[in-house]
């Protein structure tokens, strides 16, 4: 649940952002731990949200500016223009592709997100998303998970990085946002035993919560890890699918149709 003062506060921020930069905002929703299921009492909320210009502002042959972002100490907030998201969808974007299907949404006009959730399965990349979330959880398992404690929010990141790519690999679909889903591609009780009592210390616990490192889960990550990307390497090129769909999107959108 999110507290009703912050979503107020947000959704002032955004309506006041529309004005201030003459922009319209198409989606906005929760990002990170919060929309994943396992926030920390002291989280901070990752607020992202997709925009789009008036209609003169694509009249130009230069490339501009395609990001805003407003990083405090409780609300982070950051913003992609309509056609740098489009174009990072046509590319399969995993960051992208789990924003779209978020539990939690602040704003939205209906259109985009519905038809980006449309398209998803068209656009999507097995390959390149599960490179993507094999990098995030070795990144987090040489830097963090190999020290006498390790902060827990980190082992998250890393078991729910492997999950979604373990997801991709099983169900050859686009692996969801939230992570009581992705645990069901798990059946092992230790396993399922550790993380739930994890879960439970992470969510009443802080974001600098420590744990004792686990070879039950540190031993998984390895073998996923390995495993897992010569599976993704294995898996055939790409053929990508044609912009024409998000075409259309992008000037129905500009045009307010």
């Known amino acids: 649940m999110i507290d009703k003062k912050i979503k107020t506060d947000i959704l002032t921020y955004l309506t006041a952002l529309e004005k201030e930069k003459r922009i319209k905002i198409l989606y906005a929703c929760e990002s990170g731990s919060r929309a994943w299921g396992f926030p920390s009492?002291?989280?901070d909320y990752d607020v992202r949200f997709f925009y789009m210009h008036a209609p003169e502002w694509y009249f130009?042959?230069?490339d501009r500016k395609d990001t805003m972002e407003n990083v405090g100490p409780v609300l982070d907030f950051n913003g992609w223009?309509?056609?740098k998201t489009l174009r990072l969808f046509m590319k399969s974007n995993a960051s992208l592709i789990e924003k779209v299907q978020s539990p939690i949404v602040y704003k939205e006009n209906g259109v985009f997100r519905e038809a980006l959730n449309g398209l998803m399965q068209d656009y999507f990349n097995p390959k390149a998303c599960m490179f993507h979330y094999y990098s995030l959880?070795?990144?987090?398992?040489e830097e963090a998970l190999q020290k006498e404690k390790v902060k827990l929010k980190k082992y998250f990141y890393a078991i729910r990085s492997i999950l979604a790519a373990r997801w991709i690999r099983i169900h050859k679909e686009v692996a969801p946002m939230e992570f009581s889903t992705l645990r069901s591609?798990?059946?092992?009780?230790?396993?399922?035993?550790l993380v739930e009592d994890w879960l439970e210390?992470?969510?009443?616990?802080?974001e600098g919560t420590l744990v004792n490192p686990s070879k039950l889960i540190n031993n998984f990550i390895k073998i996923e890890l390995e495993e897992g990307k010569i599976y993704a390497d294995a898996l055939p090129r790409y053929e990508k699918t044609p912009p024409e769909a998000l075409d259309e999107l992008y000037r129905k959108l500009i045009k307010n149709e």
């Open 137 to 141: 959880a070795h990144n987090f398992y």
């Open 41 to 43: 009492t002291d989280s």
């Open 185 to 193: 591609v798990m059946e092992d009780k230790n396993w399922n035993d």
């Open 81 to 83: 223009e309509l056609r």
């Open 201 to 206: 210390k992470k969510i009443s616990g802080t």
């Open 60 to 62: 130009s042959i230069l």
